[in-house]
């Protein structure tokens, strides 16, 4: 007998499961590598003492998140503006909600949603602003200066870009967030803020997307009902 067809088909709990630990893996993989390597990423997270609740000491944690949060925004504008244009490229992007894991992961609940969209948050800004562009753009004098930084900027967007090769479009949109997301890094030097908002941009594309796909079902229902 096949072994295959042994194999159960793989569950929107499955997704959500593989989605969860691959994420967190992303992000205890930066903490190895700074580490091993160095700089530290969590050297960019605002450090809170939970015995003391002042204003001055969870400011850069709440403010991080505030800001983040509404610095996903223009990510969200960007994308709902890119969606308009008659491409066939943004129509093949459109398409892929209609396949494989991608369609499983848009029928989890919102909560799941979240979750995942937190985990990518943590996990993949650790690893790609809080390790490799600081890696990146490390100099052997310990001060780095333009061009340094501007190749940490730089290399680090093309590796998370490349990391997303979903399409050839979805490449040079995720390289472009990255280069937003380094940017906001370099500006505040908060990491909760380009966390943050990644975390929102991902929670609220995925949610809109899922409830499109449902809306779009219900529709498809009642025509033919």
């Avoid at 691959?22 to 590598?33: H, N, Q, T």
């Avoid at 925004?73 to 909600?97: Q, T």
Wanted: hydrophobic share 50%; proline share 5%; with cysteine.
């Amino acid at each position: 007998m096949d072994d295959s067809e042994d194999e159960a088909p793989q569950t929107a709990d499955d997704v959500f499961r593989t989605a969860v630990i691959f994420e967190s893996a992303l992000g205890l993989l930066a903490l190895f590598l700074g580490w091993l390597l160095g700089p530290d990423p969590r050297a960019l997270v605002p450090k809170i003492d939970l015995s003391v609740f002042q204003w001055d000491v969870w400011s850069p944690v709440v403010l991080g998140i505030g800001y983040g949060m509404a610095a996903a925004i223009p990510m969200l504008l960007g994308i709902a503006v890119l969606r308009r244009l008659p491409l066939e490229s943004v129509r093949e992007l459109e398409r892929l909600s209609d396949d494989g894991m991608l369609r499983l992961l848009l029928q989890l609940g919102p909560l799941e949603l979240i979750l995942i969209s937190l985990c990518a948050g943590v996990g993949e800004e650790l690893l790609f602003r809080g390790w490799l562009m600081q890696w990146l753009s490390e100099n052997p004098s310990g001060v780095s200066g333009p061009l340094e930084i501007g190749i940490g900027l730089i290399g680090s967007s093309i590796a998370f870009g490349l990391v997303h090769p979903i399409t050839r479009l979805y490449v040079v949109v995720a390289t472009v967030i990255g280069l937003y997301l380094g940017v906001l890094l370099l500006l505040s030097g908060n990491l909760l803020i380009p966390i943050a908002a990644h975390a929102t941009y991902d929670a609220v594309q995925l949610m809109m997307t899922a409830w499109q796909k449902s809306s779009d079902s219900v529709d498809l229902d009642e025509s033919v009902d």
